[in-house]
């Protein structure tokens, strides 16, 4: 007997016949114990690669500017910055591993073209278009700059040396275990540590005052500078990079593929919290030396030279690059395998093109870079928090598709106005929009999804389960 259905989980049991050949339940558990499976030490290990490959720069940038603005209202701001900077990238991790680690399958329900589209233009902009460069430049604004200058050919030298170690480590993805997990990250962690603890043990300061910005709402603008670090993003690309790492490992069950990838997720946001804490204290007790700060950079910079002088401004150069360096490992490999798997080329040959390509975007300049790109990534941002919590919510839809494709639609509308706004195009988007609830803070999609998710609740519930077709 066949059974044919739109919902293959439905597929299976519809017709009351279960799978053929299908393993007993005692059979499946030896089969599962006699696999291979990664030991403590390697967990560990891969938890210390995911951390790094979130680790970027503006990971470190942004918790010491809204520590510094919150104030007195740290604790409530902090708060919100780990629900979006930490929480979401996290939910973003478990999707991808409850479906196999590709971001394909968390599509699925779109149907292929769209999905494919979907992919394609988050694995571009996360990638060698915006992201992978951005890495390059910012470490070398705030790692070689303050030493050697600005100049261009002094960019064109270092982004031939970074993106050669990029190329180096990427080339090869079954070794980023090995190659990061256990010898960069240590290193990278080291550096954090002594920065952390400084900011624990030995502040500028006392907790400064409160910014306006911050006085009647810290846990709702800690939330938006957690949104701000666009982890959720990378959280859809690295998805595939850590199951593949796995497997590399010489795990191939499924069920341990998706344990393992939850584990390290979890590590991984450990590691960022007590990074994220530390630099927001660092930031609050930073007043007396850097009260005039506009950006993290400065905050950071002003607290290394208060306490380490030159030797903390090497510091942080040695931190800046190691963060930007795993991320762009992170993202070439997470694209060398999506773009191989999509088209009719060698993983090489893609990790190669798109290291070329980025170096060459990377020489246009961090100011330039930064102006396209934001209102790209504010336009995307919210189709990928839409999707993920849609994948973890699947349970709940009779017919996945039927709430997917029209609340994942109302949300590129609105994204789509966000990232016309963001780029200072406010004539081409209604002025309705601009009223909308959160709508200055590019979350005026929110509500409207919100209505349209309710609406496809409902029909989905009143047109019940997919029809299935039982041929035999």
């Not at 209102?375 to 839409?386: D, F, K, N, Q």
Request: glycine share 10%; charged share 10%.
């Amino acid at each position: 007997m066949v059974c044919c259905a739109a919902s293959q989980p439905l597929a299976r049991t519809a017709c009351g016949q279960p799978p053929e050949h299908a393993p007993e339940p005692n059979t499946f558990r030896v089969v599962l114990t006699l696999m291979n499976q990664l030991r403590s030490q390697d967990l560990l290990a891969l938890g210390f690669m995911t951390f790094a490959l979130f680790l970027g720069a503006g990971n470190i940038i942004f918790p010491p500017s809204a520590g510094l603005a919150a104030g007195e209202n740290l604790v409530q701001a902090a708060l919100g910055f780990l629900l979006t900077g930490v929480g979401l990238p996290l939910l973003t991790v478990v999707a991808l591993a409850r479906v196999g680690g590709g971001m394909d399958r968390l599509t699925a329900p779109l149907g292929k073209v769209a999905g494919s589209l979907l992919a394609v233009a988050v694995y571009l902009a996360i990638g060698p278009l915006f992201a992978t460069p951005r890495t390059a430049v910012v470490s070398f604004e705030m790692g070689v700059v303050p030493f050697v200058g600005n100049s261009a050919q002094a960019l064109l030298i270092y982004t031939l040396v970074y993106f050669s170690a990029v190329l180096f480590l990427a080339l090869n993805p079954g070794r980023l275990v090995d190659r990061i997990g256990k010898f960069i990250t240590p290193v990278l962690l080291a550096a954090l540590l002594v920065l952390g603890g400084a900011a624990a043990f030995a502040p500028a300061g006392e907790i400064g005052q409160v910014a306006d910005s911050y006085r009647e709402a810290p846990f709702v603008q800690g939330f938006l500078q957690g949104y701000l670090t666009m982890d959720t993003l990378g959280a859809l690309v690295f998805g595939i990079v850590i199951a593949t790492a796995i497997r590399d490992r010489g795990v191939s069950a499924a069920a341990l593929v998706t344990r393992y990838s939850v584990i390290a997720g979890v590590i991984a946001a450990c590691g960022l919290s007590l990074v994220y804490l530390a630099l927001f204290y660092l930031g609050a007790t930073s007043q007396g030396i850097a009260g005039e700060a506009q950006n993290g950079v400065q905050v950071l910079t002003a607290y290394v030279q208060h306490s380490f002088g030159t030797s903390g401004s090497l510091l942080l150069a040695v931190v800046i690059t190691l963060a930007c360096l795993t991320t762009a490992v992170g993202l070439l490999t997470a694209c060398g395998e999506f773009f191989s798997n999509l088209l009719p080329v060698s993983y090489r040959t893609v990790v190669v093109v798109f290291g070329v390509f980025s170096l060459l975007v990377a020489n246009q300049g961090l100011t330039q870079l930064i102006s396209v790109s934001i209102p790209v990534l504010v336009g995307l941002y919210p189709l990928a928090i839409v999707l993920v919590a849609l994948s973890l919510a699947d349970r709940l839809w009779l017919s996945p598709a039927r709430v997917f494709v029209p609340v994942m639609l109302v949300t590129l509308l609105f994204g789509l106005c966000d990232g016309l706004a963001a780029a200072g195009l406010n004539d081409w988007v209604p002025a309705w929009i601009g009223g909308l609830p959160l709508a200055e803070q590019s979350l005026g999609w929110l509500l409207p999804v919100l209505a349209m998710l309710l609406v496809a609740v409902l029909v989905d519930r009143l047109l019940g389960r997919p029809r299935v077709v039982c041929l035999g």
